[in-house]
């Protein structure tokens, strides 16, 4: 996918002529909304009135919910993996085979 620029405010902080990776403008739009408004939600919560203070808790925000989400992901997978090895041991178990060596 191209990158598109494009300009976006946040926090009243114009910035001019940006590209997201792999985002086109709509999306980087949509993206500096989300940052604004997560932004706006710590500034209500803490107070700070610092931005520079603001810009690193919303990222900070920002990274520990992928980090979350990044962690809750491979959970899951090592639980499905291991349902699907328990299953093919069973259906061999069933057919009558050795189970198979990792």
């Known amino acids: 996918m ?6 976006v405010t946040i926090n009243r902080i114009i910035l001019d002529n940006i590209s997201i ?5 709509l999306e980087t739009s949509i993206v500096a909304k989300q940052v604004e408004s997560r932004l706006k939600e710590i500034e209500s919560e ?8 603001l810009s690193l808790l919303t990222a900070m925000s ?3 919910e992928l980090y979350v989400r990044q962690q809750t992901h491979d ?6 993996t291991k349902s699907v090895d328990e299953m ?3 259906l061999e178990a069933a057919l009558g ?4 060596s990792k």
Not at 21 to 25: C, G, P, Q, S
Not at 46 to 53: C, R
């Open 2 to 7: 191209a990158t598109d620029k494009v300009g």
């Open 21 to 25: 990776k792999d985002l086109n403008e």
């Open 46 to 53: 803490t107070g700070v009135v610092d931005t520079l203070k």
């Open 62 to 64: 920002f990274a520990a």
């Open 75 to 80: 959970s899951d997978r090592q639980v499905g």
């Open 88 to 90: 093919i041991s069973r």
């Open 97 to 100: 085979h050795a189970p198979s």
